[in-house]
């Protein structure tokens, strides 16, 4: 299983990257989340002059935030800074879609994107909107066609799951390791515990805060209700909830794995941390094992608090990537 990164398309991501790729990380995926982030493909453009060996990618494209033509281009466009080193998610839409004030995509849209977003990328000729649409790049802007881009779906029910049977590359997913796939990519928050650390631990509870933040999140856009089985999930709800609906969607995703508003600090449990991938160096081996006995052929860390660097190399050294 290769150990891989995903972090935010932030002001230092040309540092974390060169550290990545220092220790090893085989791909660094970057958010994408146009009213979170700076723009994911001008920062993966800056990455891919500043590293040599490097995987990039987004992780993940949303349909519908740009045209189709558009992504095809920004792909083009990386293969040629980063020849072979490229990789592509595209998923349905979390923060992406919730911070417009919209539910996740129809997988339909997305299976339509895919195909044509293939199309394009292979130098057909397809169809978009009843009109005949290729890339025409001439000789030396962009890579000749056909591009052989992987991409993976982001996925994690059965309805995604079939879409990346039938055009993905791959799925990546933040569930258990999906059956049935020769690629398959799992995403995990976490930290290593250092002797004598607890998830109450400050510096434990600094890493892991807008991991488990995150998790309180989804579940409440999922499953409304359903976040009070969580440890103070019905009086984070209840809070939540103190927001006026039209505008609760931007106070539930402020901070979004980056950091945790100071009003919502005292409604997570810490030990939430512990359905992280989280724990001791030998309890994180044991459970890498497990991943990959599952079926996960790529594990994507996403590290959050005020030590990115520190994080990485924890993690790098945790779970055996070389260096």
Not at 50 to 68: D, I, K, S
Not at 154 to 173: Q, Y
Not at 236 to 253: F, G, S, Y
Request: proline share 10%; charged share 20%; hydrophobic share 40%.
């Amino acid at each position: 299983m290769e150990l891989s990164c995903s972090l935010p398309p932030g002001p230092r991501i040309l540092e974390y990257a060169r550290l990545a790729e220092e220790l090893g990380y085989q791909r660094l995926w970057l958010y994408d989340s146009p009213l979170l982030y700076p723009d994911v493909w001008v920062a993966l453009a800056r990455v891919a002059a500043a590293t040599t060996t490097l995987g990039l990618g987004p992780g993940v494209l949303v349909p519908g935030l740009r045209h189709v033509a558009t992504t095809a281009g920004a792909i083009a466009t990386l293969e040629a800074l980063a020849p072979g080193r490229i990789t592509v998610a595209v998923g349905t839409g979390f923060t992406a879609r919730r911070l417009l004030g919209k539910p996740p995509l129809a997988w339909k849209n997305v299976d339509t994107f895919l195909r044509q977003l293939r199309g394009l990328l292979a130098g057909e000729t397809i169809e978009i909107e009843g009109r005949a649409v290729r890339m025409l790049h001439p000789e030396g802007f962009a890579p000749p066609r056909p591009l052989e881009t992987p991409i993976l779906v982001a996925a994690n029910g059965p309805r995604g799951r079939a879409v990346a049977e039938a055009i993905g590359d791959g799925i990546m997913s933040v569930t258990e390791p999906p059956e049935g796939f020769a690629w398959c990519t799992v995403v995990r928050s976490g930290t290593v515990l250092e002797p004598g650390e607890t998830f109450e631990t400050p510096r434990v509870f600094a890493a892991l805060g807008p991991g488990i933040a995150l998790l309180y999140h989804s579940i409440y856009e999922a499953e409304g209700p359903a976040v009070d089985h969580l440890p103070g999930g019905r009086a984070w709800r209840e809070a939540t909830e103190k927001a006026p609906e039209d505008v609760r969607h931007l106070h539930i995703h402020e901070g979004h794995c980056v950091a945790v508003p100071e009003r919502e600090l005292p409604l997570l449990d810490p030990n939430v941390g512990a359905m992280m991938f989280s724990g001791t160096e030998d309890e994180l081996r044991e459970k890498w094992d497990a991943l990959e006995t599952a079926g996960a052929t790529e594990l994507i860390y996403s590290p959050a608090g005020p030590n990115i660097p520190g994080e990485l190399r924890a993690m790098a050294r945790a779970v055996g990537a070389p260096r």
